[in-house]
């Protein structure tokens, strides 16, 4: 499961955010949501998975993102392009849907 987890982070592209719920269900299983967590919260190599780009179903970005916590999230999300406001991102605007 956390080779899939990680293979999906590298098909976001720049600019675009995803949900712990989205990834789930690219999973088979939408309730797998902590699961997902759990496994960023463990990642590897931030740099091949960017883990950064993964905010919860209403935007919010992660008070423990395990790479610097969140003020870091919020610096890499602005640095690709992201407008982060009260630490949330506009899923509208930024949620990447793969077709």
């Known amino acids: 499961m956390k080779e899939k987890v ?3 982070l590298q ?12 990834i789930a269900q690219y999973l088979g299983n939408k309730n ?3 699961v997902v ?3 960023l919260h463990n990642n590897p190599n931030e740099s ?4 950064y780009k993964v905010v919860n179903s209403k ?3 992660s008070e423990s993102f395990a790479f610097g916590g969140i003020e870091k999230q919020k610096e890499k999300l602005e640095k690709d392009g ?7 991102v506009d899923l509208d605007k930024y949620q990447y849907r793969a077709e």
């Open 32 to 34: 797998l949501s902590r």
């Open 82 to 88: 992201i407008e982060v406001n009260n630490y949330t």
């Open 48 to 51: 091949k998975y960017p883990c």
């Open 11 to 22: 098909t976001i592209p720049k600019g675009k955010v995803v949900t712990y719920k989205q």
């Open 6 to 8: 990680y293979e999906f």
């Open 37 to 39: 967590g759990n496994i």
């Open 59 to 61: 935007g919010k970005l």
